[in-house]
């Protein structure tokens, strides 16, 4: 219960600091209702039915309320009948909904809570995120809950994360990494590439691993050169960006560039479930994968560490040691190899990107991909 209460404690605190919201509409239920809420949801997202568990979002938007005039494809729809907001009723019920495209509809005005209805809406965000469009239809920006796993829950504004819990652990998601963070700006360094279009990439990537559930790394270095003495390439498959093989990309149009950018970041994610890491090199050009890492051939063993939280300040609890193989691995990678960014993808989809100041390695956690 008290893990329930920090996490609800936490988004309250960073949904209410961030400005989003702005409408009365979006304004947050209190501390209890959420909490309670979040005690049946947890429960229903560990319950499999027909085989399966369920992902899906909450809101507590009221009937007739105006707020969703300004979403031409979303529509607001009552049951006849309100349905209790318990577990045993969750669990029928939840398989229905589309998380990316809806939302359960909650009355919190009474007690006990009910399900009044479904917000369904028609959305492209996810193409939005994953490079596909630049502008389209985003879920109603209202605060929800996001049930996305057993034992995870997201809470939201729209399809935008502000905290998430996971078994236990609340961790505020990031969205800045690749904008203003060490991380951007090594990315920078040495870079010809517009910074717009390497987000938009790296995002993709991101996205596509992170579906696969299988984890991954990816190793950005300012040269093959730099990082050889450290590494094992199993598969060498050099190929420029966009698989520019000496056809000017300049002159085509736009949509053409925006669907090579989704086929080259497509090809680069599927390559992350192989064994290994992927490398590329800061123009995102590809030199291979399957990539280990010889940490034997590293003389620090556990180099100097800074773990920067959500809000820029220094997590002086967190270690070296606390973090698993993979993690350790390329953290040591970026202490050797000067003007390197690490990217490790977990299976749960956590995900934190390292680089090197001074001769620190600086850890940003939560790495949460934008719609912007």
Known sequence: MDRIKAFV????????????????????????????ICQVLLNVSCMREEGNFSSF????????????DAYVYAHSLSFDKPVPFT?????????ALN?????????IMHEPIMVTGVIASYTTWGK??????????MMPAVP??????????????GERTIVSYSFGSTVISRYDIFKTTLIAQQLRNGSILDDAERRHFLSRVLWQVDDYRHGGAILIVPSEEACAGYINVKYKLPCEFLFNDEKSLIDISQSVREKELVSYADFVAKLSTVDGAVLLTKDMDLIGFGVEILTDKMEQKEPPMRFVSSDDSINRNKKFTDNGTRHRSGY????????????VISQDGAIKACTKEGDEVVVYDNLALSVD
């Open 9 to 36: 404690n936490k988004y309250c605190k960073h949904y209410n600091d961030s400005g989003l919201a702005t409408e009365e509409e979006q304004e947050l239920p209190s501390a209890e209702i959420l909490e309670e």
């Open 57 to 68: 979002r909450v809101c507590f938007l009221q009937a007739g309320s105006d707020f969703l």
């Open 87 to 95: 577990v045993s009723a969750m669990r029928k019920l939840a398989p």
């Open 99 to 107: 998380p990316d495209m809806s939302y359960l509809t909650l009355d």
């Open 128 to 137: 939005i995120i994953a490079g596909e469009a630049t502008d389209g239809s």
């Open 144 to 157: 929800n809950l996001f049930v996305k796993a057993p034992g995870e829950i997201d809470g939201c504004l």
């Open 332 to 343: 040591r990678f970026c202490h050797e190899v000067e003007g390197s960014v690490v990217i």
